[in-house]
């Protein structure tokens, strides 16, 4: 399926999921504005904006790629009225940009009642919030071409106890805000949807993956066999 002439965002695309979505969305010929902090690679983490947007390239999209911190929203308005300008609708949101991993994995052993109230505002400022303000500006244009997609990057933690409460109750408010939005965009032809990738070898889970993922890679390779046998 050709993707010619769509315009997307991604969020959070500089690695992982928010990457590999970019990705797909260029391999198809669609023009992929991505966002990040990491514009240029570091020392201390893999991947940036502009290695997606060479790859993105690479497969035959248009990459945009844009700095943003999506926790503050003068730079999320400025993201939006860069692509209102540049096109004047958007096809496809796709909200993954998330802050919490530090977080979670600073605190995947700490009681709730024993964390600062960073692991919650870490996970529900550039997660939950940021999600419901990217939404708005995206519905407008949508709305008013009858036509979009808003796509929610959640995760089992909405239903089984992952890592840290603040995760959960993130994961669980996304899925709400999206089956509450999904319902007032129907009448104008607009989707909103909760998307749950899995188990996902990232770069953060495979660094992880023995020491503070262990128990949940663990539970979701069960989960997994259950389901195939």
């Known amino acids: 399926m050709s993707l010619s002439g769509k315009i997307c965002l991604v969020t959070g695309a500089s690695r992982g999921i928010g990457r590999g979505i970019a990705l797909a969305l260029g391999s198809e010929g669609a023009t992929v504005y991505i966002t990040g902090r990491t514009?240029?690679?570091s020392s201390s983490l893999p991947g940036s904006l502009n290695v997606t947007a060479e790859e993105v390239r690479g497969r035959g999209g248009v990459a945009v790629p844009v700095q943003c911190d999506h926790g503050v929203d003068e730079e999320v308005h400025r993201l939006f009225d860069k692509i209102e300008?540049?096109?004047?609708?958007i096809d496809l949101l796709v909200n993954n940009a998330f802050k919490g991993?530090?977080?979670?994995?600073?605190?995947?052993?700490?009681?709730?009642?024993?964390?600062?109230?960073?692991?919650?505002?870490?996970?529900?400022?550039?997660?939950?919030?940021?999600?419901?303000l990217a939404s708005q500006r995206a519905a407008k244009l949508m709305v008013e071409r009858?036509?979009?997609?808003?796509?929610?990057i959640s995760s089992?933690?909405?239903?089984?106890?992952?890592?840290?409460?603040p995760y959960g109750v993130g994961k669980a408010g996304l899925d709400?805000?999206?089956?509450m939005c999904?319902?007032?965009?129907?009448?104008?032809?607009v989707t909103c949807l909760s998307l749950w990738p899995g188990l996902v070898q990232t770069e953060h889970?495979?660094?992880m993956k023995d020491t503070v993922f262990k128990d949940v890679c663990q539970f979701l390779e069960f989960q997994y066999f259950l389901k195939k046998y």
């Not at 089992?156 to 409460?165: C, D, K, S, Y």
């Not at 709400?176 to 089956?179: A, G, I, L, W």
């Open 39 to 41: 514009l240029d690679p």
């Open 156 to 165: 089992g933690g909405a239903l089984f106890n992952f890592f840290t409460v």
């Open 146 to 152: 009858k036509e979009g997609l808003i796509c929610n």
């Open 85 to 89: 300008q540049e096109h004047g609708k």
């Open 101 to 132: 991993i530090v977080t979670i994995t600073e605190n995947v052993d700490v009681p709730f009642w024993q964390q600062s109230m960073n692991s919650w505002d870490d996970v529900m400022d550039v997660g939950l919030r940021c999600h419901f």
């Open 176 to 179: 709400k805000m999206s089956e």
């Open 205 to 207: 889970m495979m660094a």
């Open 182 to 189: 999904g319902r007032e965009l129907k009448k104008h032809n």
